[in-house]
């Protein structure tokens, strides 16, 4: 072994350090020094030690990376589609924008709704739809929209443009214009408005096809004022019922939209409006991701009739509908818990007068499947009024064909009875039906139940009644297709449904006005 010289006597040498670099330090420097040799070996046109870095399988990666084409991008897409795209201002006289508590961001719905719980409009930068103002003022909003024709047609949200007693818009090239409002849907959050003073105004095209999810989605708007912003993602589901209304059938996207955003266009790669934005999920107001949009069949089959009317008239048939769940199913013997579960018949409906009964289930329409209720609701709503309907139904096991005429869906929906309602108050005791967890009284016995049916007096909190939302007060029509008057009919329709090896039996409820299925599982023995 050779001896090291002695460098301690050179004026430039210093002791050696001990490193303060942890080992995850080293690592990470490694890594740079590592991709710094890579760089110098890719541009230096010699040999140099930076050669150690490369061999057959990197060349080969540099070489495919060179190929690989740099990202087109929407440009090209928003530079078409941009122009049509509007921002809506209104304002809104005497309009109090605050509650009673001070809080400036009041919800615009019903309290306890799904809509006021879990979804905010976002429609301006306060918690109502585009307002702001103060008590007793003149309140301003904000939202977006889109021209769907030459001649100043726009799209918007009815929560927009709702008791606006002055309309603007604002166009992409920075031009004002005043607007006046044509007509609106409350059911679908839909507003037909005219812009005044212009006849050849750039429009976007409403698509003809359904999106799939997965697509890529533009949306266009006025977020916060900040008119003109585009953001981009894709079609995240589609269906949606978010509980705004029955009529609800929304494309999710998660392109992020935000208050001012109400009534603008979510485009396709194709430029087209697939859907006008309308709603968000959002526990703190701004965008998390999921936004919805009215599909562009439902806009144009509304503002249609907008157009020509002012208004929109759907079909009606008459019935107080549900879900067909598989307890249901199960009760009823059906194979698939598929259809619309008939809960009662209106009086003097389209489907009383056709012989429609409640248990009765519409699996299709006009030879369409009927996948569930709100499908029901769907079809039978886009129909127009007086138009001629072939329904198959279920009838008590047994298929049967129903033809009807529809009717006109009324404007106003009729108040429901009062859910405080004294019913079970003066009532005995009543029999204890032990298999379901209850116990019951003749209706006949209890002011203010009726005479048909049976009254629940009390629910054990443990048992299968209470788990299926049975409450004291709730009258019982019928057992498993049978009416029933005493606790005895009850229990003789749960021995007839144990028999048949059902494993739960089907009942009708009366409660707070409204009458519904329950399927009811039972024990066996």
């Known amino acids: 072994m050779t001896d090291r010289p002695d460098l301690t006597n050179l004026p430039s040498y210093r002791q050696p350090r001990r490193s303060v670099f942890s080992a995850r330090r080293i690592a990470l420097m490694a890594s740079v020094v590592a991709g710094l040799g890579v760089a110098v070996h890719g541009f230096s046109p010699s040999t140099s030690p930076a050669d150690l870095f490369s061999s057959p399988a990197h060349a080969q990666v540099n070489n495919e990376v060179k190929k690989v084409e740099r990202p087109i991008g929407f440009a090209d897409i928003v530079e078409r589609v941009k122009p049509s795209v509007i921002s809506v201002k209104v304002n809104i006289k005497e309009k109090t924008a605050s509650n009673d508590d001070g809080d400036d961001s009041a919800s615009p719905f019903q309290p306890g709704s799904p ?185 144009k089959s509304v503002v249609a009739q907008l157009k020509d009317k002012g208004s929109v008239s759907r079909g009606w048939i008459g019935v107080q509908i549900q879900p067909v769940t598989s307890d249901i199913a199960d009760s009823l013997g059906m194979k698939k818990a598929e259809g619309a579960l008939v809960a009662e018949p209106q009086k003097d409906g389209p489907a009383a007068k056709a012989g429609i009964e409640s248990g009765d289930v519409i699996t299709s329409v006009n030879g369409e499947s009927v996948k569930d209720a709100r499908e029901l609701a769907r079809t039978i709503g886009g129909m127009a009024p007086g138009a001629s309907v072939k329904l198959n139904v279920l009838h008590k096991g047994q298929d049967k064909v129903v033809n009807l005429t529809l009717g006109q869906l009324p404007n106003t929906i009729e108040a429901k009875a009062d859910t405080d309602n004294d019913s079970g108050k003066g009532a005995s005791k009543g029999t204890d039906v032990p298999k379901l967890g209850m116990t019951v009284a003749p209706a006949n016995s209890v002011a203010g139940a009726g005479k048909d049916g049976v009254v629940v007096t009390e629910v054990d909190p443990k048992s299968a009644a209470a788990e299926r939302g049975f409450k004291e007060g709730d009258v019982i029509l019928e057992v498993g297709g049978k009416s029933v008057s005493t606790a005895g009919d009850v229990r003789e329709a749960i021995n007839t449904a144990r028999s048949d090896n059902k494993n739960s039996v089907l009942m009708r409820v009366k409660s707070g006005g409204q009458s519904r299925f329950v399927a009811v599982p039972i024990a066996k023995g």
């Open 115 to 299: 809509m006021e719980r879990f979804f905010r409009r976002f429609g301006g930068p306060d918690g109502i739809p585009g307002l702001k103002g103060g008590r007793g003022r003149v309140v301003q909003g904000q939202g977006s929209g889109f021209f769907i024709s030459a001649d100043g047609f726009a799209v918007t949200n009815n929560h927009v443009v709702d008791g606006a007693d002055k309309v603007e818009v604002t166009t992409d090239d920075g031009k004002t214009y005043s607007a006046k409002v044509i007509g609106t849907d409350q059911r679908t959050d839909l507003a037909l408005i005219k812009v005044e003073g212009g006849s050849n105004f750039p429009f976007a095209k409403l698509a003809d096809g359904k999106p799939r999810i997965g697509d890529w989605v533009l949306a266009v708007g006025n977020p916060f004022g900040l008119g003109g912003t585009v953001t981009a993602g894709i079609v995240s589901a589609s269906g949606r019922d978010i509980g705004n209304g029955p009529y609800d059938d929304f494309i999710q996207i998660d392109a992020p939209v935000n208050k001012g955003n109400s009534g603008g266009p979510a485009f396709n790669t194709d430029g087209e409006v697939m859907g006008v934005n309308t709603a968000i999920y959002s526990p703190s107001g701004g965008s998390v991701g999921i936004a919805f949009s009215i599909p562009a069949n439902t806009v």
